[in-house]
């Protein structure tokens, strides 16, 4: 049987008109009117142009093109972007601009000097830097983009709460300038947050918590950031999104690893800022960040540590320590030095009528030898002093050691060698002494705590320290 050309032509015309119908009819209404509408103008405001068709931040966008004859409307896929994935996307830009620095053409440096932030005229630069370069462009994006959420979750005395003098000072001084300073870097909005304060002081825990008669019993501690981390992360829901990985806490008190101890991801996951900076006991420096240990006698630093005398004053004394027998360190330097020399001033008690600073001020080295545990304050203050610090001490990272050159302004002495301390000291010529002298003057800045907190200062080395931490890059 044929079939005429007529016919199937016919047949086919009706099934496609069909078709169209169907698919006409399935169409949104709202969508139906840019088919029917072929008029060469129109006027519909943006709110009619858009039409949500899956998740919360995609829509179609209507745009209008007038280059031909026929008036066409196109539709495209806009994605309204996240607060996470701005923040993401700025982070990657931070990154992009410090490789770029490390290119190092006169132009970036130019571009460096008229930071809107660059009160003070300082820019980094010198051997105490692995690269001042890299340092200082990290430290402007830091400046510009970085925002840390501090849970108000918490009572006092222990949360929101720190010491502000003596040993531990740095960790209330840190806490209180977060929570209640002046800075750019505190934010409300914990979705616009980079990182996530835990503001809990562990020195303050051993104060109300630690009974001392229950044989170094520090389950109280553990248990008290158990509740604190579980309470967190049922009431928010940043914690469980990375398991604490853009979360920190920080504590100077030498039980703060322990403490941290009270949940699993917050001691490997969560950046933990510490002074107790020991490698052979869990301390990831990839990961955690040294907190300097600064001593402050009545909440002050000695009026004689502000008042220098001049650079090439001459200092009396080869090296100057003086401090308890403890720890597995100390009875080795008392043991060969003390009292036994009278250009290396080894004490294990300071004697009546010498005064410890002017001790300092007068010796071209100190010792800092570590007690109990790594973190020693000797190395702060030796650096108040311009007396270049001899760090002994084994398994510490050293403050800062992302940006600083510790080599450039202190000496490290292996502890097998300490009964050789005098020929190792002596052998170092002059020039090179005062190169680390001159050293010790330029990372002073970095070390000193002001109230308020100024730009380059120990709160601020802090704070960029954990800015690496989250950018996941090392500056060296």
């Known amino acids: 049987m044929k079939i005429c050309h007529r016919h199937l032509l016919f047949a086919t015309t009706l099934l496609s008109l069909a078709l169209f119908t169907v698919v006409y009819m399935m169409l949104p209404s709202n969508l139906t009117k840019f088919i029917i509408d072929t008029k060469p103008s129109y006027s519909v405001s943006l709110h009619h142009l858009r039409t949500k068709v899956s998740g919360e931040n995609d829509h179609l966008l209507a745009v209008r093109h007038t280059s ?6 196109t539709r495209e896929v806009r994605k309204v972007k996240s607060k996470e994935e701005k923040r993401e996307e700025g982070l990657a830009r931070a990154r992009g601009s410090i490789r770029k620095a490390a290119l190092g053409d006169d132009r970036s440096n130019l571009s460096l000097s008229k930071s809107p932030h660059n009160n003070d005229g300082y820019i980094p630069a010198g051997a105490v830097y692995h690269n001042p370069r890299l340092f200082y462009q990290s430290y402007l994006e830091m400046e510009k983009i970085f925002k840390v959420y501090v849970y108000p979750d918490g009572d006092l005395p222990i949360v929101h709460d720190g010491p502000c003098k003596d040993i531990y000072s740095i960790e209330g001084r840190f806490l209180h300038e977060m929570e209640h300073g002046v800075g750019r870097f505190r934010t409300n909005d914990p979705n616009a947050a980079h990182v996530y304060f835990l503001p809990f002081s562990v020195t303050w825990m051993v104060k109300y918590l630690y009974t001392p008669s229950s044989n170094y019993d520090i389950t109280p501690l553990k248990q008290f950031v158990s509740d604190y981390v579980r309470m967190v992360s049922m009431r928010y829901p940043f ?3 990375t398991r604490g990985a853009d979360h920190f806490m920080l504590a100077c008190h030498d039980w703060g690893p322990h403490a941290s101890k009270g949940n699993p991801f917050l001691y490997n996951t969560s950046i933990r800022v510490l ?10 420096p990839l990961k955690d960040v040294t907190l300097p240990e600064i001593h402050l006698y009545g909440g002050e630093v000695s009026p004689k540590l502000l008042s ?13 320590f003086a401090g308890g027998m403890h720890g597995p360190i100390r009875p080795i330097l008392l043991h060969h030095w003390k009292n036994r ?8 008690y300071l004697p009546k009528g010498l005064d410890y600073y002017s001790l300092m001020l007068n010796s071209k080295f100190c010792l800092c030898p570590s007690g109990h545990e790594v973190a020693s304050p000797r190395i702060v203050e030796s650096i108040y002093a311009e007396c270049v610090p001899v760090i002994l001490s084994n398994y510490y990272v050293l403050p800062f050691s992302d940006v600083l050159r510790w080599e450039a302004f202190s000496v490290q002495v292996d502890v097998s060698n300490i009964p050789r301390l005098k020929e190792v000291l002596n052998a170092i010529p002059e020039s090179k002494y005062r190169k680390l002298k001159q050293g010790v003057r330029a ?11 100024k730009r380059f200062d120990v709160f601020h080395m802090i704070l960029h320290s954990i800015w690496l931490r989250r950018l996941n890059m090392k500056l060296v």
């Open 239 to 241: 914690w469980n999104k």
């Open 341 to 348: 020399d009278s250009d290396i001033n080894v004490y294990e």
């Open 275 to 284: 002074c107790n900076a020991n490698t052979s006991e869990g301390f990831n």
């Open 443 to 453: 990372v002073r800045r970095h070390f000193t705590l002001n109230q308020p907190a």
């Open 308 to 320: 220098l005398p001049p650079e090439n004053a001459p200092r009396r004394y080869l090296a100057f």
């Open 68 to 73: 031909h004859s026929n008036a066409t409307v």
